[in-house]
């Protein structure tokens, strides 16, 4: 969605910004643009499209100013345009947002009515206009009375001609920060955008206020007293953020997995058993869940499929999980018994947001699976697991899946023993198991060249099947939305088991079948689902475990990850799967990073 990017300093403001935003690239955005504060005038360039499209226009004319604000557009309320790019507001006030108005067109008619004329379709210039409107040279005053007037979310940063020297911002329900440096100050969506200026940041509460200027910052809260607040410390550096001499983001990240995943489990381990009682979870908490359900979005919410087979395999809770855009409408049976487990790598998903909200409400125990310190969720929710991923730049999830998987099976583990399904001693071989499993990762990557060719024969493929029985099914839903998603090619995962009654008239020559074969207890069945589709003609890619063998003739190719228990197979899978995605989208020569109309956190509905 949206980036917002603000500077005041010693540098050329124009320079800072547009590399800032350049961080932001990752969130999505169709076009771009800022203010920049000229010789005591707000002079804004702005375009369509990607930055380098600013930047041309840059190089034309680039604004001379130590003071300014950015914005990489993500469209809701018109098409992208250079109309609709952001920053919008007049000589007197600029802004630029992230977010949705609710009330926009109520205020628009007020505004018309009022004599405001209105260039674009966006329901940011709505509160532009009415920041003019209500000026009375008080900027903090005015930016009050406009955020009780309007509904929705905002993320605001706000430059005043008068105030030359400065820039505003304030948030609800849309993520922003406040840098601080030697001398200069920003302000940001996310934290990659700072890091080259400083690792100190402040985390914005809903409705505080903050006034920047080159050598203070100074905080309000929603009725307007000055705070103070407790700076952070960024824990990652400018190179966890760049590429690393990788091609992609996605790339680095794949191959990060293993060390995310370390730094997510072992400091969670006490006496060799699952230790998660810094997150808030104590054996005792742990015994009393009637159910759980866990709910998220996209690749979090495949992060929770297996999680499903994983808790009611082991500690036999009936778990339920739900896409938080359905699960928030669909007036969900919940009580105080039951325990929400929310999962976001973001931490700022609106909809995973919404769900978590109505948990609360219903007085459910809530619990966040989180990546990004800080976000929203991670605030909001009763407790939170804190996985250790570090920036997921690619808008396609890799290390965030692994390190949401790696969680689960703390989180499995700890449940099944304090609920006495499982004994000290299985409890203890799990985690051993686990703690293997980084390195049986980085084995895994081996299949690298395999993946290679596999996505040379899937290239001009229109459509594919991904199945699986179990947790091997679980499973080939990540691997059907990394195809799909950064390769155009629709891919659709399916029970294999289920294939029969109906999809199975879909396969011919020319869809290929990805099978995934891991589970040992349930080989045979699948086994015998790959033959339906193999004799109907399809070209099968069979991932199986080391030490499993398929009849010769049943699949075109297989794939090997190494020997574990069937209850780890998921997350070392996931790997050969997220490798044919990455080569069948460079192969084809799409944005692997940043694919067409995706955003990596999405804040709206
Ligand atoms: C998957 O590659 C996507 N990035 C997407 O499905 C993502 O997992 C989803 O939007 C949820 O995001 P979150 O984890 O930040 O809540």
Redesign the pocket.
């Known amino acids: 969605m949206c980036g917002i990017v603000g500077y005041v300093g010693k540098r050329n403001s124009a320079d800072v910004l547009v590399d800032a935003l350049s961080k932001l690239e990752y969130r999505g955005y169709d076009s771009a643009g800022i203010a920049v504060m000229e010789q005591g005038d707000i002079v804004v360039e702005k375009c369509q499209g990607k930055l380098d499209n600013l930047r041309e226009r840059l190089a034309v004319h680039k604004p001379q100013g130590m003071v300014g604000i950015g914005h990489t557009r993500w469209a809701t309320h018109g098409e992208p345009s250079d109309i609709n790019s952001h920053p919008h507001g007049n000589k007197r006030v600029t802004i630029v947002h992230n977010g949705i108005i609710e009330n926009y067109l109520e205020i628009k008619e007020f505004l018309l009515g009022q004599g405001y004329h209105f260039v674009s379709e966006t329901d940011t210039e709505t509160v532009a206009k009415l920041l003019d409107y209500y000026y009375d040279g008080n900027p903090i005053k005015t930016i009050h009375k406009v955020v009780n007037e309007i509904r929705g979310s905002y993320a605001l940063g706000i430059m005043f001609r008068e105030f030359p020297d400065r820039i505003f911002a304030i948030r609800k329900d849309s993520p922003l920060i406040v840098a601080s440096g030697e001398g200069e100050n920003l302000l940001a969506s996310d934290v990659p955008a700072i890091l080259k200026y400083t690792k100190n940041y402040y985390l914005m509460e809903e409705n505080e206020l903050a006034e920047i200027t080159a050598d203070q910052i100074n905080f309000y809260d929603p009725h307007m007293n000055p705070i103070e607040k407790e700076v952070q410390v960024a824990n990652f550096d400018m190179e966890a953020a760049e590429k690393g001499g990788f091609a992609h983001f996605m790339l680095k990240e794949i191959y990060e997995q293993s060390k995310a995943v370390s730094t997510t489990i072992l400091p969670r381990i006490k006496d060799g058993m699952p230790d998660l009682s810094e997150c808030g979870l104590t054996a005792e908490l742990l015994k009393g869940f009637r159910k759980i359900f866990i709910v998220?979005?996209?690749?979090?919410?495949?992060a929770g499929m297996v999680g499903k087979y994983l808790i009611e395999r082991l500690a036999r809770i009936d778990v339920t999980v739900d896409i938080?855009s359905e699960f928030r409408y669909r007036d969900p049976i919940l009580s105080e018994d039951d325990l929400v487990i929310l999962?976001?790598?973001?931490?700022?998903?609106a909809d995973?947001k919404a769900a978590l909200h109505l948990a609360k409400d219903h007085g459910a125990k809530t619990l966040a699976f989180v990546?990004?310190k800080g976000s929203s969720?991670a605030r909001d929710a009763d407790m939170v697991i804190y996985t250790h991923a570090g920036p997921e730049i690619?808008?396609?999830?890799?290390k965030?899946?692994a390190v949401?998987l790696a969680a689960m099976y703390l989180l499995t583990f700890e449940l099944a023993y304090a609920n006495g399904k499982i004994s000290k001693e299985e409890c203890r071989s799990y985690m051993e198991q686990l703690t293997a499993i980084p390195d049986l990762i980085t084995k895994t990557l081996e299949v690298k060249e395999e993946c290679q060719f596999v996505a040379s024969k899937l290239l001009n493929a229109e459509s594919l099947l991904y199945i699986g029985r179990g947790l091997d099914y679980a499973l080939s839903m990540e691997g059907s939305?990394?195809l799909k998603?950064i390769s155009y090619i629709h891919s659709e995962s399916y029970a294999a088991g289920e294939l029969k009654h109906g999809t199975i008239s879909l396969v011919t020559d020319q869809m290929p079948v990805i099978a995934v074969a891991t589970q040992t207890d349930l080989f045979e069945k699948t086994v015998s689902n790959i033959k339906e589709v193999k004799s109907r003609g399809a070209k099968v890619i069979v991932v199986l475990k080391d030490g499993m063998k398929i009849e010769e003739g049943v699949a075109d190719h297989v794939i090997k990850i190494p020997q574990v228990e069937n209850i780890f197979t998921p997350i070392l899978t996931v790997v050969p799967l997220q490798l044919i995605a990455y080569y069948t989208s460079v192969l084809k020569g799409c944005d692997v990073d940043k694919p067409r109309n995706?955003?990596?956190?999405?804040t709206v509905e």
Do not use: F
């Open positions: 998220a979005c996209g690749t979090a919410m495949h938080a999962i976001s790598q973001s931490g700022e998903t995973t990546n990004v969720i690619s808008v396609a999830s890799t965030a899946y949401q939305l990394k998603e995706l955003a990596k956190s999405v």
